[in-house]
C-alpha cells in the first residue's frame, strides 16, 4: 500500500513538473522580447567596436575590420540604420584609400548600394544621401563613363543633403557641390566656376576649420584667378590645428596643398 501511493504521487509529480516544462516553453517561445533585446546589445556592441576602429581608418587593416564587424551586425538586424550607413561612410574611405584597384572598385558599389538602403529606411535624413553622393563621386573617378551618367545623381543627393541640414559633416554637401561645378566647367556639363566658388564659400562660413573644405575652396580660387586668396587658404592648412578626429582627412589635405602650393611657386 505504501509503495502505491509513492507511485502514485511520483506520478503526480512527474505530470506536474511536465506541464510546467511545457508551461515555460510556451512562455518563452510566445514573447520575443528578451530575444530582441539581446540582438539589439549585440549591434550596438559592434557599432562600438566598429567607431573604435574608424577612428584609426588611416590603417586600412583596421577599417576592413569594422567593415566586417557591421557587415555581421547588418545580419542581426537589417533595418538598423546607423550600422547601414555607417558601412557607406567606411565603405567610400576605403575605395579613396586603397591601392587595390578592385577593392577600391567594389568598396564605392557596397557604398552606393548601403547609402540607398539607409535612405530607403529613413530618407528624411541626410547621412544616406550624403554617403551616396560621395561613393558615386568616387566611383565616378575611376570610371568616367558612369561618372558622366551619375553627375545629376550626385547633385541631387548632395542637394537633398543641405535641405535636410546643411550643417551635415561641417557643411561637406556645399564642398562636395563646390567640387562637382570645378570639375566639370568647361565641358558640356554645366560645370560653373564661379558657381563653385559660391557653393564653397558658403561650406567655409558654416566651418572654417574643415581643412578639406580650405582646399577645395584654394582650388576654387585658382580656378577662378584669385591666387592670393588660394595661397592664403593652403597657407592656413599647413599651419592650422587639426581636428583629432578629422586626422586622415587632414593629413590628406596636407599633401594636397603643398602640391598647389609649389604649382602657384
Known amino acids: 500500500m505504501r509503495i502505491g501511493i509513492t507511485f502514485s504521487q511520483l506520478c503526480v509529480l512527474f505530470l506536474f513538473a511536465w ?21 539589439s546589445v549585440s549591434v550596438a556592441d559592434s557599432l562600438k567596436q566598429a567607431d573604435a576602429l574608424y577612428k584609426g581608418r588611416e590603417d586600412l587593416a583596421k577599417l576592413r575590420e569594422g567593415i566586417k564587424i557591421l557587415k555581421l551586425a547588418r545580419v ?10 555607417k558601412l557607406s561612410q567606411f565603405s567610400y574611405f576605403l575605395g579613396e584609400h586603397t591601392e587595390d584597384k578592385d577593392e577600391q572598385k567594389k568598396a564605392f558599389e557596397d557604398g552606393i548600394s548601403t547609402a540607398r538602403a539607409a535612405i530607403t529606411l529613413q530618407g528624411d535624413k541626410p547621412e544616406g544621401h550624403f554617403w551616396l553622393g560621395a561613393n558615386l563621386g568616387g566611383k565616378a573617378k575611376i ?36 567640387q562637382l ?34 582646399l577645395r575652396l584654394a582650388e576654387a580660387y585658382i580656378a ?8 592664403e587658404q593652403l597657407d592656413y592648412i599647413l599651419k592650422m590645428k587639426p581636428n583629432p578626429n578629422f586626422l586622415p582627412e587632414y593629413n590628406d589635405s596636407v599633401k594636397e596643398a603643398k602640391i598647389l602650393l609649389e604649382k602657384l611657386s
Open 19 to 39: 506541464a510546467l516544462f511545457f508551461s515555460g516553453c510556451s512562455s518563452s517561445d510566445s514573447s520575443a522580447e528578451p530575444a530582441k533585446t539581446s540582438a
Open 76 to 85: 542581426e538586424d537589417q533595418q538598423n540604420f546607423e550600422v547601414v550607413w
Open 143 to 178: 570610371n568616367p563613363l558612369s561618372g558622366l551618367v551619375a553627375i545629376g545623381d550626385i547633385r541631387s543627393a548632395m542637394e537633398t543633403v543641405l535641405k535636410l541640414d546643411e550643417k551635415y559633416q561641417g557643411g561637406s554637401a556645399y564642398m562636395a557641390l563646390g
Open 181 to 214: 561645378e570645378l570639375e566639370t566647367s568647361g565641358m558640356l556639363l554645366g560645370g560653373d566656376k564661379k558657381k563653385a566658388l559660391e557653393y564653397l564659400e558658403k561650406g567655409y562660413q558654416i566651418n572654417s576649420e574643415n581643412s578639406l573644405m580650405r
Open 224 to 231: 577662378n584667378n584669385r591666387k592670393n586668396d588660394a595661397r
